[in-house]
Nanobody, 127 residues
Framework: QVQLVESGGGLVQAGGSLRLSCAAS????????MGWFRRAPGKEREFVAA????????HYADSVKGRFTISRDSAKTTVYLQMKSLKPEETAVYYC????????????????????WGQGTQVTVSS
């Protein structure tokens, strides 16, 4: 099992920045590909960004390209999502997701590709 714990959510004004963190623990040996998803009120959970176990491969939803950056620390156990130029419509609960993999380049972009999920952290962007 892999446990994921998000932190860093909060209230920010439109145009502002926020950094989310996701700490992985448990059976992380071999590598865990990580992703961020979000669920806005009344909407389905959607993909935001993903990163491979090595950190060498990343992918972003078109809506956040150029504004969000996903990264992970050297120990490969914490993943970050730096968010800039936030918009009110990006108010949502942000979830961290993980999938054990032995591939250094693999990452997932759909809900079904992930086996582990955090509890979510609320991000509210005021206009």
């Amino acid at each position: 099992q892999v446990q994921l714990v998000e932190s860093g959510g909060g209230l920010v004004q439109a145009g502002g920045s926020l950094r989310l963190s996701c700490a992985a623990s448990g059976r992380t040996y071999g590598g865990v590909a990580m992703g961020w998803f979000r669920r806005a009120p009344g909407k389905e959970r959607e993909f935001v960004a993903a990163i491979s176990w090595s950190g060498g491969s990343t992918h972003y939803a078109d809506s956040v390209k150029g504004r969000f950056t996903i990264s992970r620390d050297s120990a490969k156990t914490t993943v970050y999502l730096q968010m800039k130029s936030l918009k009110p419509e990006e108010t949502a609960v942000y979830y961290c997701a993980g999938r054990k993999t032995y591939s250094r380049s693999y990452y997932g972009t759909t809900l079904d590709e992930y086996d582990y999920w955090g509890q979510g952290t609320q991000v509210t962007v005021s206009s």
